[in-house]
């Protein structure tokens, strides 16, 4: 079994940071991508940014500049460094591990639960 568990979100200014981190544990052989994606009341959850195992980025054009994402492949974690927040960034930000359980199984997308992200002053 798998878990998936984000940390860091928050009230913050525009104009200020948040970062959020995610741990993922349980019986794990590899994870292949993992990523950070949003949804906004009343909107499509959305791609904010993803990692590969290689270090291979990928961003929203959205967030491009103003938020970094890196990973940590021997912890199983990966983190959101995001900067100049705006209120559009407001949202509920989830997770996702591609995990294969062992080297017998397919891998497939796991979620964390969300942290909620709002940005006001």
């Known amino acids: 079994q798998v878990q998936v568990v984000e940390s860091g979100g928050g009230l913050v200014q525009p104009g200020g940071s948040l970062r959020l981190s995610c741990a993922a544990s349980?019986?794990?052989?590899?994870?292949?991508?993992m990523g950070w994606y949003r949804q906004a009341t009343g909107k499509q959850r959305e791609l904010v940014a993803t990692i590969t195992g290689r270090g291979i980025t990928n961003y929203a054009d959205s967030v491009k500049g103003r938020f970094t994402i890196s990973r940590d492949n021997a912890k199983n974690t990966v983190t959101l460094q995001m900067n100049s927040l705006k209120p559009e960034d407001t949202a509920v930000y989830y997770c996702?591990?591609?995990?294969?359980?062992?080297?017998?199984?397919?891998?497939?997308?796991?979620w964390g639960q969300g942290t909620q992200v709002t940005v006001s002053s």
């Open positions: 996702n591990a591609d995990v294969q359980a062992t080297y017998l199984t397919s891998s497939y997308p796991r």
């Open positions: 349980g019986t794990i052989f590899r994870i292949n991508s």
